[in-house]
């Protein structure tokens, strides 16, 4: 079973980079062409709204306050709770990990509610007829995972210790056993799928984001003189 | 259906990117004309992105790299061509995208990628590049008839100037009060101006860009920019939004260097000369007017407060506004060259803008664009609600 489940962890691992790569590949050959267009003029107001639109989704907000809140509360808490989890990558421990344990596991209770919001906001919107499949599959996976992850911390608490070697052993290319305890091995295989079908906007929305603050700040100068 | 080149070869990079970055969120369905009328999931702008992600997939991804280019399913390239054209190009998705995708010129070059496959345009749009080749205009009207039938006969047009006017052809032959009032208004602000005659002032190259068909552009181009530089033009005055966004964004591209006349939009031309008091409004109009906003105008290029100021320098006028304006600004249903060919949807939006209009009591709906102009007009005939449609120059010139 051990060895089962770490082919498969190296398995998504080896997933994450073909897919990543894939559209690195695709991203490169289209930079790789000129373009006639005059890029937009940079400048420390389009980064500084940038920086908004990318950590607040500040252009969520303007667009829809309501699934803004749902989403930004949503993905803070799904940060969090991956810091969290950092603690069982890292030997030792860094301070600042530690330090977001206490914010992690709050954020914890959170995820699901957030999700849930989401969900909710999404469903009552008759105007929005559009669903896409891949999205809503990975919401609830996270939803799941992150339910499963409440009902072991609370209930069914795997050895963290075992837990930890686990995940150092394959980090360090040097197995260790597999924790003996069903609902981690799902919680475990769940996160694998997760990773390994990240969605790829999570790397080019920013730059979209800042080429769209640029742009807007340079409409003005197609028509108008200084 | 086999691919034989990459689908991402007519985009820009950045654009590339756009089509990665897109979150499949749905918010821009909100705000999509063509979903107002009816809720097609399959022409919503991020199910067409889905769909050419797929179709980039298949000739720029890992496994076509390794294994050769892939296999596209004739079907989907089939609605993506259906969806891509029935859009209206109005750039509201954009606008309202939480990602910020800038798709008023995405949608243009994802069709030209079509024509380059041989799947666009779609009906009467194929006509457009030899009715433009062979008469100069998309309508393939003689040019004897471009000025003749509007242009006022007081008007005296200079053989050189600082100061020119591009009629435009959708002005010249569909919206011809328009037309007439800039020329009126330009008349009437006491500065000599140009215009290049009947048979030289061609298309802009708009209709050609907005459906993809691009082999014509550079040539019609060179020779407006040509035509224009030989009369000592320093400033080209033009009402049509669709046309002063071809020529501030992509002329420069297709002429290879910087245009050497600015270009300007007929509303900023009269808010200057309103507020040199070279041109002054002499009657008032105690009416309730409401301002619909041209997407190529706000969007496009920006030019948002200057129709305001000009309406707000008549006396008497109150000025409404839509739910949605500036740069929130909804379709009229006539951009993207698809009034032609989804009449329907055309004919739907326009007169969700006359019962906007009505609805908020204006006594008169004021247009800033030919093809609104042609086409809300269009819309009216047999609506159970009735307003006056009035273009904003035609307005300024009788009351100076």
Redesign the interface.
Known sequence: MTIVVITAVYAAYIVFW?RF???A???W???Q?S????PAPSSIKACALTFL?SVL?A??FR??PA?WFAEWSFHASLLLVLLRHLRYFLDPVPAWVWAVQTPGLIAGFLLPFTLGLVFAI?SS?R??????R??MILLLLVLLLSVKGLVMNLWLRPNLVDVKLFVLGILRLDPSPLPAQGLFLIHFAMALLLFAFI???I???P???M???K??QA??L????E | MTNKRSFSHELLPRQVLEIDACTQCGECLKHCPIQDVHKNPLIAPPEKIRMFREFLRSTDGLKAQLFGLGHVDPKLLEDFTKAVYECTTCGACGQNCPVGIFTQRLWPMLRKEMVKRGLGPIGVQANLPKAIADSGNPYDKPAKERYAPWFPEQVRIEERSSIAYYAGCTGAYEAQPMVRGDVLVMHAAGEPFTMLPPEEEVCCGFPLFITGQHDLLKDLVLRLVEGYRARDVKTLVCSCPCCVNIMSRDWPIFYGKPLPFKIRHITQYAADALLSGKLKIKSSLNESVIYHDPCYLSRGVGVIEEPRAVLRSIPGLKLLEFDRHGLNSRCCGSGGAARKVFHENAIAMGRQTIDEAVAKKADRLILGCPACYAKVNEAMVGHTNQVKITDIMELVSGLI
């Open positions: 073909a790569l894939m559209h590949l695709v991203w050959r289209a930079v062409r373009s006639p267009e005059v639109d989704f252009r969520l667009v829809d699934l999404r919107r105007d929005e007829q559009y669903t896409s891949p999205n969605p790829t906007h790397f080019t929305a730059i979209v984001m080429e769209a603050r742009r807007q409409l003005r197609v028509m108008h003189d």
